[in-house]
């Protein structure tokens, strides 16, 4: 009895104990949000970066330790979302995870530690022929339907996690025994997405999603040009699951339809935004594919990526300076419209769907191609409006100076290209891992891709 009683008062502080830790724990990441005006243009970058790095670290799901789709800190939203997994966010936050560690946000063994978790969660969550679902329970691995007929496999998604595993299997592949151990999961779980599947029936053309219960019935193949470019290099490069080079252009390139020619403030383009009508999209269409696929350089048949993704900021730079509808802020200081929250719910903004909000993602993301015009709009956000847009994950989604509207919230696909780029634009990490792959440099090759030497 008297070992039995003294047994319940250890498990007691024990479980007291383990629970002060972890609360201990929970609160170690407590940033200080003091503006700091005096901050060069390096140690400003830095700052951001590393900010922003934590939504995906101190902010990630805990159980799967993968991107959260969102996080409110104004608490507006129905808090549903606290353990849905994103799987685009989670392959932005996997590249931002490995920047961090580079960096030396977090040590060498925490950073191993988190990524072997994540890999691990991916492992064991639904796959539909290999590809991830959009969203994900973060504590089952259970599909969570983003739409009634959306509860399957989506490609696209599946394809930014996909960037973000071969960079891993890059850094760690010559390492510890443990590292290379990291790395071989990481190739192992590219290697098992089925790209040719996703071709319905050997159509030459990627479908967007397919699910078990309604099979093809959202009915997205998916054509150029937007955001998805990645996802068919990743389909021609596969070394278990590849396509024909006749999917890209036949389904991508539409039979060539997808070259164009106008200019928007006078930035000449060669590609069709399509439902842009002879203008350009929302700025994520210059991002998420070019985290790890390197656009300098990169030209085929139909583009020249690095000037398209440059002339595209620019043009978006361009007309939010020229205003033409007169909202408030906007300026060369003030720039930049994608997809996010909106005063009218979540928009893909572009200069055909403005409605007076400024996305900082667009401008920061866009570091690479605009380091002046970036970094004027990221000084401003920090010092001028500060706290308004400035919090414990780096500047918030989105904000309207017209309507007056600050909201506190985060996007998982809007934080990651943050961090991402602006490692990229300082030292290319990201786009030297992925272009070091040998499977995508045969990918590259035979869609007829240039790449720089």
């Known amino acids: 009895m008297k070992l039995t009683f003294l047994n319940a008062l250890f498990l007691s502080l024990a479980l007291i104990f383990f629970s002060c830790s972890a609360q201990k724990e929970s609160q170690t990441y407590n940033p200080d949000l003091t503006i700091k005006k005096n901050l060069s243009d390096e140690q400003l970058l830095d700052l951001v970066q590393k900010q922003t790095f934590q939504y995906f670290w101190d902010g990630a799901e805990p159980v799967s330790g993968a991107g959260r789709e969102r996080f409110h800190v104004d608490?507006?939203?129905?808090?549903?979302?606290?353990?849905?997994?994103?799987?685009?966010?989670?392959?932005?936050g996997l590249m931002a995870?490995?920047?961090?560690?580079?960096?030396?946000?977090?040590?060498?063994?925490?950073?191993?530690?988190?990524?072997?978790?994540?890999l691990d969660f991916l492992a064991k969550a639904d796959r539909f022929h290999g590809a991830w679902p959009h969203w994900i329970n973060g504590e089952t691995g259970k599909v969570r339907p983003f739409g009634k007929k959306d509860n399957g496999g989506d490609l696209v998604e599946t394809s930014f996690i996909a960037q973000a595993l071969i960079c891993i299997d890059a850094y760690y592949k010559n390492g510890t025994k443990t590292e290379k151990a990291l790395a071989k999961k990481a190739d192992e779980l590219w290697k098992g997405i089925d790209f040719n599947w996703y071709r319905n029936g050997e159509q030459n053309v990627l479908y967007w999603h397919w699910s078990p219960e309604?099979?093809?019935?959202?009915?997205?193949?998916?054509?150029?040009?937007?955001?998805?470019?990645?996802?068919y290099v990743l389909a021609a490069s596969s070394p278990t699951h590849t396509v024909p080079a006749e999917v890209y252009h036949e389904g991508?390139?539409?039979n060539g339809a997808?070259?164009?020619?106008?200019?928007?403030?006078?930035?000449?383009?060669?590609?069709?935004?399509?439902?842009?009508?002879?203008?350009?999209?929302?700025?994520?269409?210059?991002?998420?594919?070019?985290?790890?696929?390197?656009?300098?350089?990169?030209?085929?048949?139909?583009?020249?990526?690095?000037?398209?993704?440059?002339?595209?900021?620019?043009?978006i730079h361009d007309y939010c300076v020229a205003n033409p509808k007169g909202f408030k802020g906007?300026?060369?200081?003030?720039?930049?419209?994608?997809?996010?929250?909106?005063?009218?719910?979540?928009?893909?903004?572009?200069?055909?769907?403005?409605?007076?909000?400024i996305s900082p993602t667009a401008a920061i993301s866009?570091?690479?191609?605009?380091?002046?015009?970036?970094?004027?709009?990221?000084?401003?956000?920090?010092?001028?409006?500060?706290?308004?847009?400035w919090g414990k994950y780096g500047f918030y989604d989105a904000f309207s100076e017209t309507d007056n509207w600050y909201p506190k919230r985060y996007l998982g696909i809007d934080q990651g290209p943050m961090v991402v780029m602006i490692e990229n634009y300082r030292s290319g990490l990201l786009w030297k891992l992925?272009?070091?792959?040998?499977?995508?440099q045969k990918g590259l090759a035979k869609l007829g891709f240039e790449i720089q030497k």
Request: net charge positive; proline share 4%; with cysteine.
């Open 214 to 231: 309604y099979q093809w019935e959202m009915n997205f193949p998916v054509k150029g040009y937007n955001e998805c470019l990645i996802m």
């Open 366 to 389: 866009s570091i690479p191609y605009t380091p002046k015009e970036s970094m004027k709009v990221i000084r401003h956000l920090y010092e001028n409006l500060g706290d308004k847009v």
């Open 434 to 440: 992925f272009m070091s792959n040998t499977d995508v």
């Open 252 to 254: 991508w390139g539409r």
């Open 258 to 315: 997808i070259k164009t020619k106008f200019e928007v403030y006078g930035h000449p383009f060669t590609l069709d935004y399509q439902g842009q009508k002879n203008s350009v999209g929302p700025l994520f269409w210059a991002h998420y594919s070019y985290l790890g696929l390197n656009p300098k350089g990169l030209k085929d048949r139909y583009a020249d990526y690095w000037e398209n993704n440059v002339n595209h900021t620019l043009a």
């Open 97 to 118: 995870i490995l920047s961090g560690i580079d960096r030396g946000y977090v040590t060498k063994k925490e950073g191993l530690t988190r990524l072997n978790k994540i």
């Open 330 to 357: 906007y300026s060369e200081n003030n720039w930049g419209l994608t997809a996010s929250y909106s005063v009218k719910g979540y928009a893909a903004h572009n200069p055909r769907e403005d409605f007076g909000v």
């Open 75 to 92: 608490e507006v939203y129905p808090q549903n979302d606290k353990n849905t997994v994103a799987t685009g966010a989670t392959g932005f």
